[in-house]
């Protein structure tokens, strides 16, 4: 079965300080690895996707297949970065689609 | 980025009634799915939608308990039947896009 595993239900960093969220995951075959945000007063959306291999907004992730781990790092965490994060995870073929989140971590950057 | 919306944002609902929930997304699309947040818990899916079949459902949810509807490719309801306490939760449609899911505003439900 899928399991996305977020170890840290809160983090709190200073300002300018690294930031890691940790993210685990369980899954028979290959997965798509995901993070979500979402800001105070908005909805959940897309940060970003491992395939992209893309930074946005300074953040990166990477699918460490080993480890099944997909950690979201920054290295100079900004105060609008204050929000909830998600871990996410979709399959191929029958489970195309179908998301399976983490419980989330509410990351505060402190001024 | 995709627009979609929910109604209502928010009710408080009474033991034992039913609400509906609708979702109305800007543009057609085949998937749509239903999620529960629980307070202080993630994202659990309820449902996947398809437009033309039934509503495949996820373990611990039935269609007697969460009927959907998909009448065409831009609009779905979830129905929270029989409602309990337990039910207090906010729920999110989604939409398939090309490379992600687009999430709606949530509904925010109170059961008394």
Known sequence: AQRVTQPEKLLSVFKGAPVELKCNYSYSGSPELFWYVQYSRQRL?????????????????????????????????????????YCALTGRGSTLGRLYFGRGTQLTVWP | ??????????????????????????????????????????????????????????????????PISRPNLTFSTLTVSNMSPEDSSIYLCSKQGTDTQYFGPGTRLTVL
């Not at chain 2, 998937?31 to 996947?48: C, D, E, H, N, V």
Request: neutral net charge; charged residues 20%.
């Open chain 1, 45 to 85: 959306q897309l940060l970003l996707r491992h395939i992209s291999r893309e930074s946005i907004k300074g953040f990166t992730a990477d699918l460490n297949k080993g480890e099944t781990s997909f950690h979201l790092k920054k290295p100079f965490a900004q105060e609008e970065d204050s929000a909830m994060y």
């Open chain 2, 1 to 66: 980025s995709a627009v979609i919306s929910q109604k209502p944002s928010r009710d408080i609902c009474q033991r034992g009634t039913s609400l509906t929930i609708q979702c109305q997304v800007d543009s057609q699309v085949t998937m749509m799915f239903w999620y529960r947040q629980q307070p202080g818990q993630s994202l659990t899916l309820i449902a996947t939608a398809n437009q033309g079949s039934e509503a495949t459902y996820e373990s611990g949810f039935v269609i007697d308990k969460f």
